[in-house]
C-alpha cells in the first residue's frame, strides 16, 4: 500500500507458494525506478546478457529500471542458486536487506535461460502464473501430474495443486487468460485429458504486454 496505493483496489491473500505464485496487487508504484542488483560474484557478461533480457520488459512500463551494484537494491538477483524463482512485485520490499528477491538456477548456456528470466523478472514486477487464471480450464490429467512432479521435482500433492491446479480470484486479474504467455507454464499433452498442450513459450506475449501498460500505464496513453 505505501509502495503503491491501487494495491489496495484488489483483493490479498497471504501465503506464498514454493514457485512464487503471485497477486496482481503487488505492483510498484507508477514512475518507479527500480534499481536491480546481483549479490553474487558473476561474470560482467552473465550480467549484461541478464540486463539486456530484463530490459525487454521496460517499453510497456513506466518504470525505470537502474543496474548498480554499489545502491541498495530494489531487485536482488542471485545467479548461482539452487531454484528458479522470484519474489512477487512489493513482497520484495518485505525480504532481508541482504537476501536475494530473485533467485537463478538456470546456467547461462541453457536454451531455456533468456525465457526463464523473462519468467522470475515477470514475477518481480508483479504477475502471477497464466496457467492459474479462472478461464484458463486446463484438463489436467491429475493422477499423472501428481506422479510426473513427485518424480521430477519431488513435489507433495499440496504443492502441486497450489501451484498448478488452484485458480487465482477474478479479482486479482488484468485481462483474458493468454496460453501464449511468458508466465505460463509448460504443460506436456501427457499430462492433459485429450489433445491440449502449452508448448514452451520464449517470449513476452502481446496480453503479457497489455497487462504491464495496465498496470505501469504511461501518462495519455491507452493502455490497449
Known amino acids: 500500500m505505501a509502495e503503491n496505493p491501487l494495491n489496495g483496489n484488489t483483493v ?18 507508477n514512475g518507479r525506478t527500480l534499481n536491480i542488483t546481483f549479490i553474487n560474484e558473476a561474470p560482467e557478461d552473465i550480467k549484461k546478457t541478464i540486463e539486456k533480457i ?3 520488459w521496460e517499453p510497456s512500463t513506466n518504470l525505470t529500471f537502474t543496474f548498480n551494484d554499489a545502491a541498495k537494491g530494489d531487485i536482488r538477483i542471485k545467479t548461482d ?24 538456477a538456470v546456467d547461462c548456456e541453457d536454451p531455456d535461460f533468456e525465457l526463464t528470466v523473462l519468467h522470475e523478472f515477470g514475477h ?5 502464473h ?16 501428481y506422479e510426473f512432479y513427485k518424480d521430477n521435482f519431488q513435489w507433495t500433492e499440496e504443492e502441486v495443486d497450489g501451484n498448478l491446479f488452484s485458480s487465482l480470484s477474478t479479482d486479482l486479474l488484468l485481462g483474458p487468460y493468454d496460453k501464449d504467455s511468458i508466465m505460463h507454464y509448460v504443460v506436456d499433452n501427457e499430462l492433459t485429458l485429450g489433445d491440449w498442450e502449452v508448448r514452451r513459450n520464449t517470449r513476452i506475449s502481446k496480453l ?10 504511461k501518462p495519455g496513453n491507452s493502455p490497449l
Do not use: C
Not at 497464466?130 to 501430474?145: F, G, R, S, Y
Not at 503479457?208 to 500505464?217: E, F, H, V, W
Open 12 to 29: 490479498s491473500h497471504s501465503g506464498r507458494h514454493k514457485r512464487s505464485v503471485g497477486q496482481w496487487n503487488k505492483f510498484w508504484g
Open 124 to 128: 518481480a514486477l508483479g504477475l502471477q
Open 130 to 145: 497464466e496457467h492459474q487464471h479462472p478461464k484458463a480450464n486446463i484438463p489436467w490429467d491429475k493422477p499423472k501430474v
Open 208 to 217: 503479457d504486454r497489455r497487462n504491464m501498460r495496465k498496470a505501469y500505464p
Open 81 to 104: 542458486a539452487q531454484t528458479n524463482e522470484s519474489y512477487v512485485g512489493t513482497d520484495a520490499t518485505l525480504a532481508p536487506e541482504l537476501e536475494p528477491t530473485l533467485r537463478l
Open 54 to 56: 530484463i530490459r525487454q
